[in-house]
């Protein structure tokens, strides 16, 4: 995979000048990862969904790794079974010597890291589940034509991940979302598309789970979902305790259009569960916890070149085990006591939100609209054609097998 920055976010340009990529082979995985934050405190493991690449939480790093968290964001490597995923993933963590982790996963991510505290309970302190489900019984419905999946060209495989995705006039915070999510599904490979798709598509539930549900937090948006509201429903009957943390709005990929909602819902739970954050280990922090302001440039000229030092790093090998340096934002943080009474506002009023702004449809959208609906009539006229030559292709096959065996 190659991951490119044209027409990408300044604040994203910015994070890849700060965070080094990871890149490690362990058996016959690649995995792809950033791991950022004092490695003092335990971590918490972003998992993302089928139309996901470890980047997409590049706000989340950004900002908790600031406030004294350690955060580390996967891509989901080639595995086409759960045995294979949770074995690899195991393999993983032995690799970076982690033990014990806090899992955050959306859609596709979340059911893996459900699957993962389920057969691996010891290693799983907490989870944070967004926009998934508990079983892929329905996945698996919707595609009859699975079995194939592994023969399928690119360009249907890449179809039919976003066709999930609303491509309809939105607000700008969620169609920038959108257009970065797709540029990350442009950087996947076939066989990473079907490898994604096979597990999607591999019948199988999440059982009984030995975390208890004061340790989970459901996080849901409530407007338009690529998950079935009726998968969520079922995630909230399987864990009734668990802390509710709704966002009105948000669509599929929250942590890009919501971040700074997401990432006070998650600084909130990583503090439910015992995790300290260590802002003293933030180079350039004073000692009293307080984020730098933007009135100290001799601190923020030091800290930017304790930055430079830090991308010389070999960025092909695990990290060490020394606390790793937290990016700087390129805005003030604020101060640590004004995220305290944001958290407490929190847990007053988890269901309260901002309000949901209207769409905008002005004629950059409908420009936007009429172009996505050209390419999906190609692309449909396109599947169309491939798909009957696969089933001629397989004719064609049957038919020479059986005359060769008369």
């Known amino acids: 995979m190659k991951g490119g920055v044209l027409s990408a976010p300044g604040d994203y340009i910015y994070f890849k000048s700060q965070v080094p990529l990871h890149k490690i082979p362990i058996g016959s995985k690649q995995w792809r990862y950033y791991d950022f934050g004092p ?26 790794s600031m406030k004294g968290y350690r955060v580390i964001s996967v891509d989901i490597p080639r595995a086409w079974n759960n045995h294979e995923w949770i074995q690899a993933f195991e393999k993983f963590l032995d690799a970076i010597d982690v033990h014990h982790i806090h899992l955050y996963g959306t859609a596709l ?12 309970p010891r290693r799983v302190r907490s989870l944070v589940l967004s926009n998934t489900f508990v079983e892929t019984t329905s996945f698996s419905a919707s595609m009859p034509w699975a079995p194939i999946v592994g023969w399928a060209p690119a360009f249907i495989l890449k179809r039919h991940v976003l066709s999930g995705i609303r491509d309809s006039p939105q607000e700008p915070f969620i169609a920038d ?11 996947l490979s076939r066989e990473d598309l079907a490898s994604r798709l096979t597990l999607t598509a591999d019948a199988a539930s999440v059982g009984p789970l030995l975390l208890p549900d004061s340790s989970i937090t459901l996080m849901d948006t409530n407007d338009y979902c690529a998950t079935p509201q009726s998968l969520k429903d079922q995630v909230c009957e399987r864990y009734p305790g668990a802390r509710r943390a709704y966002l009105k709005s948000g669509g599929d990929f929250p942590f890009l259009s919501r971040p700074d909602e997401v990432n006070l819902h998650l600084q909130l739970h990583l503090r439910r569960v015992g995790v300290e954050a260590r802002p003293d280990l933030i180079p350039g922090a004073p000692k009293d916890g307080s984020g730098g302001s933007s009135n100290e440039p001799n601190n923020g000229r030091k800290d930017a070149d304790d930055s430079s030092e830090n991308d010389k790093r070999d960025s092909e090998t695990p990290p060490p085990a020394e606390s790793a340096e937290p990016p700087l934002a390129p805005e003030a943080t604020g101060s640590h006591d004004l995220d305290n009474q944001l958290l407490k506002m929190a847990k007053l009023s988890d269901d309260t939100d901002e309000s949901v702004s209207p769409p905008l449809e002005n004629s950059f959208f409908r420009d936007k609209q009429n172009l996505l609906v050209s390419r999906a009539l190609l692309n449909v006229t396109c599947e169309f054609f491939i798909l009957n030559m696969l089933l001629l292709y397989l004719g064609i096959c049957t038919l020479t097998g059986n005359v060769a065996a008369v």
């Open 39 to 64: 490695k003092v405190v335990p971590p918490l493991i972003c998992l993302p969904g089928i139309a996901g690449t470890a980047d997409v939480y590049y706000k989340q790093i950004m900002s908790l």
């Open 109 to 120: 991510g979340g059911f893996l890291a459900q699957l993962f505290a389920q057969h691996r």
């Open 177 to 187: 979302s959108v257009d970065f999510v797709v540029s990350q599904v442009e950087t």
